[in-house]
């Protein structure tokens, strides 16, 4: 079973950057496609960027030309770059891991990890 951990996040003025990070166990992780996912209070979590085993990586329009999204496949992770953050990028990170790219896009995982609080102050 695929386990992730998030790390990362923190407090950042608006316009700054962080670099997430997502540590992939349990699982073969160089044929995993991985997605970057986030949850503000009371909205449902939202898939921000996702990337294919072969490193192929889409965006939400939200973050496009802000995020990259990458992967380390000898260290099993994969980062998120977050530049000019928005104080709508506030939210709880969570990343998650699959074979199928089809479900890496709808989130229907069995489970999640902790996540990495982001909080952007305007």
């Known amino acids: 079973q695929v386990q992730v951990v998030e790390s990362g996040g923190g407090l950042v003025q608006a316009g700054g950057s962080l670099r997430l990070s997502c540590a992939v166990s349990?699982?073969?992780?160089?044929?995993?496609?991985i997605g970057w996912y986030r949850q503000a209070p009371g909205n449902q979590r939202e898939l921000v960027a996702s990337?294919?085993?072969?490193?192929?990586?889409s965006y939400a329009d939200s973050v496009k030309g802000r995020f990259t999204i990458s992967r380390d496949n000898a260290k099993s992770t994969v980062y998120l770059q977050m530049n000019s953050l928005k104080p709508e990028d506030t939210a709880v990170y969570y990343c998650?891991?699959?074979?199928?790219?089809?479900?890496?896009?709808?989130?229907?995982?069995?489970?999640w990890g902790q996540g990495t609080q982001v909080t952007v102050s305007s």
């Open positions: 349990g699982s073969t992780f160089s044929i995993n496609a």
């Open positions: 998650n891991a699959h074979r199928r790219v089809s479900v890496v896009i709808t989130g229907d995982f069995r489970s």
């Open positions: 990337i294919t085993s072969e490193g192929s990586a």
